[in-house]
């Protein structure tokens, strides 16, 4: 086998001096069936040897583990591999999981979808802990209505997720934004949706009654897909959590309520007029929401609207 000089030193008669292979082989004293060998393959595949491993023993059981679970966690499998006697680390294991885990169908495309003013209204709920009355724990539900052009949030805290809870708490965030969007979207909630069959969905009489008299036409998520309603559980439920509820401390509900409305005027719906809409977009706005006035409904509180246009305009948050 020829040194890596020899070999450079015959690519570069060829290639650069353009010498044939007869002088190259004369002049460094070569074969020229040498000389043709190196040229049409300058360097020799490594040889690879393979070289045995502490998980050769081992693999039997990770495919069987593997066949029980796919997806199993790597540290999963590493903490049953220990208990059978395997000594090796975790970097080894994992890449072996790599190269024999069965590939993960390729993450789903969205398009991202931007509702006009006033088109869309996102609901959904949360489950915030619990509140302690001396010793009696009650479940905490955070109650989150969105307008998908704006982001404007309203939020109220409940400790019943009942129909009659889900419907005041809809009529408070109609009545603190200003209106109704033409349409209301929302997960398979059961006061919502009676039974969903593929496309086919059929609501709950009570809630069909309640978006007639209200004048919004409600949807449904298909079950599991989240995303269909992105804005409020991102810039929702997990906006709230994560930038209202740590670090602070309630007594009751009603402090709860308090400290969250003024939350979402000094921070979740601050309005940067610098980055708002236009005139133009504000008339659009209210030309789009539905303003509904002395509706009432069984089993729920009086709406009590103006009569008239209020004042109403939303304003795009300078943060996304």
């Not at 603190?176 to 059929?202: I, K, P, Q, S």
Request: some cysteine; proline content about 7%; glycine content about 6%.
């Amino acid at each position: 086998m020829l040194k890596i000089d020899q070999i450079n030193e015959i690519h570069r008669l060829a290639g650069g001096e353009h010498w044939s292979v007869r002088r190259i082989a004369s002049q460094l004293h070569l074969a020229a069936r040498t000389v043709k060998k190196y040229l049409q393959a300058p360097v020799p595949s490594p040889v690879h040897r393979p070289r045995p491993s502490k998980l050769d023993p081992f693999q039997p059981l990770v495919a069987e583990l593997l066949e029980q679970d796919p997806h199993a966690p790597g540290v999963v499998i590493l903490q049953r591999l220990r208990a059978a006697g395997y000594a090796g680390g975790h970097t080894i294991l994992d890449g072996y999981l790599h190269r024999v885990r069965p590939s993960r169908s390729t993450p789903r495309a969205f398009v991202r979808m931007e509702p006009g003013p006033g088109e869309r209204f996102e609901i959904d709920w949360g489950h915030f802990d619990a509140l302690d009355y001396q010793g009696d724990k009650r479940k905490l539900y955070a109650f989150c209505l969105i307008e998908a052009h704006s982001r404007m949030l309203y939020v109220e805290f409940t400790h019943s997720q009942s129909f009659e809870t889900f419907v005041r708490c809809h009529q408070h965030a109609f009545q603190a934004l200003g209106g109704v969007a033409r349409e209301c979207w929302f997960d398979n909630l059961l006061t919502a949706v009676a039974e969903h069959d593929g496309r086919l969905v059929r609501f709950q009489p009570r809630f069909l009654a309640f978006a007639r008299e209200y004048d919004f036409y409600p949807r449904a998520c298909n079950p599991g897909a989240g995303w269909e309603k992105g804005k409020v559980e991102k810039g929702g439920v997990a906006y709230l959590r994560s930038n209202f509820w740590p670090l602070r401390s309630f007594t009751d509900l009603a402090d709860v309520n308090r400290q969250v409305r003024q939350w979402l005027d000094e921070v979740a719906n601050v309005l940067s007029f610098a980055t708002g809409p236009s005139d133009c977009e504000i008339n659009d706005i209210r030309a789009r929401m539905r303003i509904r006035s002395a509706i009432t409904l069984p089993l729920c509180s009086t709406f009590s609207g103006s009569g008239s246009e209020p004042p109403f305009a939303f304003f795009v948050r300078a943060k996304t």
